[in-house]
């Protein structure tokens, strides 16, 4: 019997569900951890595969917030980067340091949008200048005084930036450079807070491809996608952390809400070694004409660029357009205007959508990123209360948890036993940090498992200090696939044994960068079914349907 008939099992014999959140993004994980800490037993469910919304298709960045000063966010910006200190020091596997440098073409632009900005008036964002960015940068740099885990920041006059980034536009008169971070793997970081969660508290759980389909008679209604069963649970709390989809699936249990007003942010990842080759391993952070910020930065032999910023009404039918292609190509043209980009060199696209709270006649590009808590009192047949999680971002999502974990308690009647704030992460825990533990840390795992530090050294870089689980499992067996010679057999086979993994994309998509790499092609996954069909006992038609539905959701626009 595997995870998931086992939860099942136990639900159909009536188990207490206290707290059922909705939705596997970042914040719905955040929380489940959190309240596994405190002993609470809850149950998180997602309609599709973990992490499958807007928190696998953000840009990565994992940052203080620049532009969120001249909205008087301060306390945001403050909030967002001791978060970001925190996501350095407790998940060092997946979140780095990321030098981030912005062209500024003029010594004073800006300062008068900056401050009718800065007064609340409804002015879309322009160009900045030196001054303005100086002034954000020094912010910057006073907030992260007493808790340094970045250099400060520094301006360079325009012929040193233009020798030091080649191909950058020539009419600038310096460059700033500051640091924030990134995270490489966003999907993954997601599921180990699953993992984690399920290790803390064994009466919290967590299933993929199961939605709610309404209420009946004050029960929740839980149809699992997989199997088509249908069971009902009757929490004392239920928790919204659905995203975009919000206020659809409060309609799904019978209320109306208007909370939201997501927007879709379209990126590519593109291969163009001279691009990357100007990037110099940092980010460019640039603003177009239209006032939206966009960014492009290298991500191991690709770029990744983007974004837009679009209403969007109904989170399902978000996708990127031709237009949005065409747009993000005229936006790097105006900071490097001699990289020829073509549709050729796309290699993925992804496009999620931003939760954003409604906020009707607002400029988009100014709608506050915070997050907030709304909650549904219960009322008729729902005896429990809905709370709703509305807005947010990756940053800030242990925060949100935490706000979010402690208003659930109050209604439970129970108080908080532990902190996550200096809490490792999955294969953050014991990370080896600085060149000399690395090496000593490769040696030692290569040693006990008998794979070569080589390989150690590849397993460490995608999965943290769980990379030991991952050598002890091919320690009898380091074949490689054939037509992705990075990966082994064993390593695909533990993934699909243990990461929730229910289709082929998900593996792909959000188990790993196959998808986001642009190596996903047809002989790959024809491969990688026959791995995860012997692991999960796939028959040879579900190995096609899957093959087809995963060459589908990666198809380019």
Same mark, same amino acid.
């Given at each position: 019997?595997?995870?998931?008939?086992?939860?099942?099992?136990?639900?159909?014999?009536?188990?207490?569900?206290?707290?059922?959140?909705?939705?596997?993004?970042?914040?719905?994980?955040?929380?489940?951890?959190?309240?596994?800490?405190?002993?609470?037993?809850?149950?998180?469910?997602?309609?599709?595969?973990?992490?499958?919304?807007?928190?696998?298709?953000?840009?990565?960045?994992?940052?203080?917030?620049?532009?969120?000063?001249?909205?008087?966010?301060?306390?945001?910006?403050?909030?967002?980067?001791?978060?970001?200190?925190?996501?350095?020091?407790?998940?060092?596997?997946?979140?780095?340091?990321?030098?981030?440098?912005?062209?500024?073409?003029?010594?004073?632009?800006?300062?008068?949008?900056?401050?009718?900005?800065?007064?609340?008036?409804?002015?879309?964002?322009?160009?900045?200048?030196?001054?303005?960015?100086?002034?954000?940068?020094?912010?910057?740099?006073?907030?992260?005084?007493?808790?340094?885990?970045?250099?400060?920041?520094?301006?360079?006059?325009?012929?040193?930036?233009?020798?030091?980034?080649?191909?950058?536009?020539?009419?600038?008169?310096?460059?700033?450079?500051?640091?924030?971070?990134?995270?490489?793997?966003?999907?993954?970081?997601?599921? =180990?807070?699953?993992? +984690? !969660?399920?290790?803390?508290?064994?009466?919290? *759980?967590? &299933?993929?491809? %199961?939605? #709610?389909?309404?209420?009946?008679?004050?029960?929740?209604?839980?149809?699992?996608?997989?199997?088509?069963?249908?069971?009902?649970?009757?929490?004392?709390?239920?928790?919204?952390?659905?995203?975009?989809?919000?206020?659809?699936?409060?309609?799904?249990?019978?209320?109306?809400?208007?909370?939201?007003?997501?927007?879709?942010?379209?990126?590519?990842?593109?291969?163009?070694?001279?691009?990357?080759?100007?990037?110099?391993?940092?980010?460019?952070?640039?603003?177009?004409?239209?006032?939206?910020?966009?960014?492009?930065?290298?991500?191991?032999?690709?770029?990744?660029?983007?974004?837009?910023?679009?209403?969007?009404?109904?989170?399902? =039918?978000?996708?990127? +357009? !031709?237009?949005?292609?065409?747009?993000?190509? *005229?936006? &790097?043209?105006? %900071?490097? #205007?001699?990289?020829?980009?073509?549709?050729?060199?796309?290699?993925?696209?992804?496009?999620?959508?931003?939760?954003?709270?409604?906020?009707?006649?607002?400029?988009?590009?100014?709608?506050?990123?915070?997050?907030?808590?709304?909650?549904?009192?219960?009322?008729?047949?729902?005896?429990?209360?809905?709370?709703?999680?509305?807005?947010?971002?990756?940053?800030?999502?242990?925060?949100?948890?935490?706000?979010?974990?402690?208003?659930?308690?109050?209604?439970?009647?129970?108080?908080?036993?532990?902190?996550?704030?200096?809490?490792?992460?999955?294969?953050?825990?014991?990370?080896?940090?600085?060149?000399?533990?690395?090496?000593?840390?490769?040696?030692?795992?290569?040693?006990?498992?008998?794979?070569?530090?080589?390989?150690?050294?590849?397993?460490?870089?995608?999965?943290?200090?769980?990379?030991?689980?991952?050598?002890?499992?091919?320690?009898?067996?380091?074949?490689?696939?054939?037509?992705?010679?990075?990966?082994?057999?064993?390593?695909?086979?533990?993934?699909?044994?243990?990461?929730?993994?229910?289709?082929?994309?998900?593996?792909?998509?959000?188990?790993?960068?196959?998808?986001?790499?642009?190596?996903?092609?047809?002989?790959?996954?024809?491969?990688?079914?026959?791995?995860?069909?012997?692991?999960?006992?796939?028959?040879?038609?579900?190995?096609?349907?899957?093959?087809?539905?995963?060459?589908?959701?990666?198809?380019?626009?």
């Amino acid at each position: 019997m595997n995870r998931r008939e086992k939860i099942f099992r136990r639900l159909r014999e009536g188990a207490d569900v206290p707290v059922l959140i909705l939705g596997g993004g970042i914040n719905g994980a955040g929380l489940l951890r959190e309240l596994a800490l405190q002993g609470v037993d809850c149950l998180l469910v997602d309609k599709s595969d973990f992490v499958a919304g807007a928190s696998s298709k953000s840009s990565r960045m994992i940052h203080g917030g620049l532009r969120y000063l001249e909205r008087r966010e301060f306390h945001l910006v403050r909030e967002s980067l001791f978060e970001r200190n925190r996501l350095l020091d407790n998940a060092p596997h997946v979140v780095t340091p990321l030098k981030t440098t912005i062209p500024l073409t003029s010594r004073l632009g800006g300062l008068l949008r900056s401050a009718l900005i800065f007064l609340g008036l409804p002015v879309r964002p322009g160009e900045r200048g030196v001054v303005p960015v100086k002034v954000g940068l020094w912010f910057y740099d006073f907030i992260t005084r007493k808790d340094r885990h970045t250099p400060t920041h520094r301006l360079t006059r325009c012929g040193e930036a233009l020798r030091a980034m080649p191909g950058l536009r020539t009419d600038i008169v310096a460059t700033a450079t500051y640091w924030d971070a990134w995270i490489s793997q966003a999907e993954r970081l997601c599921v =180990e807070i699953i993992q +984690d !969660a399920r290790a803390a508290h064994a009466g919290c *759980e967590a &299933l993929n491809y %199961v939605r #709610p389909t309404g209420l009946e008679d004050g029960a929740v209604a839980l149809e699992d996608r997989v199997t088509g069963e249908t069971i009902r649970l009757r929490p004392r709390v239920l928790v919204n952390a659905t995203g975009a989809w919000v206020d659809l699936t409060n309609a799904a249990l019978g209320t109306e809400t208007r909370f939201l007003g997501g927007t879709k942010g379209s990126h590519l990842v593109i291969d163009c070694e001279p691009l990357r080759a100007s990037l110099d391993g940092q980010m460019v952070y640039y603003q177009h004409r239209d006032g939206r910020v966009c960014i492009v930065f290298p991500f191991a032999d690709k770029v990744i660029m983007g974004s837009t910023d679009l209403r969007v009404d109904d989170p399902d =039918e978000a996708h990127c +357009d !031709a237009d949005e292609i065409a747009y993000m190509f *005229e936006t &790097l043209r105006g %900071v490097f #205007p001699h990289v020829g980009l073509s549709r050729k060199d796309i290699v993925h696209v992804f496009c999620g959508v931003r939760p954003l709270p409604r906020a009707e006649g607002q400029v988009l590009a100014n709608v506050s990123r915070g997050h907030s808590l709304r909650t549904i009192e219960p009322e008729g047949d729902r005896p429990f209360p809905i709370v709703c999680l509305i807005g947010g971002k990756w940053t800030t999502f242990r925060r949100f948890a935490e706000e979010t974990a402690d208003d659930v308690l109050a209604r439970l009647g129970r108080t908080r036993q532990h902190s996550t704030e200096h809490l490792p992460i999955g294969g953050g825990r014991d990370f080896p940090v600085g060149e000399a533990r690395r090496a000593d840390w490769i040696a030692r795992v290569a040693g006990h498992s008998g794979v070569s530090p080589e390989r150690v050294a590849v397993l460490l870089s995608r999965y943290g200090t769980v990379a030991e689980d991952f050598a002890a499992a091919e320690a009898d067996d380091e074949r490689r696939l054939e037509t992705l010679g990075d990966y082994t057999l064993a390593e695909i086979a533990r993934i699909a044994a243990t990461e929730d993994v229910e289709h082929l994309a998900d593996l792909i998509c959000r188990r790993s960068t196959i998808a986001l790499l642009g190596q996903a092609t047809e002989p790959v996954l024809r491969e990688l079914a026959s791995v995860i069909g012997a692991a999960l006992g796939w028959k040879n038609a579900t190995m096609e349907r899957e093959v087809a539905d995963a060459l589908a959701e990666v198809r380019l626009p």
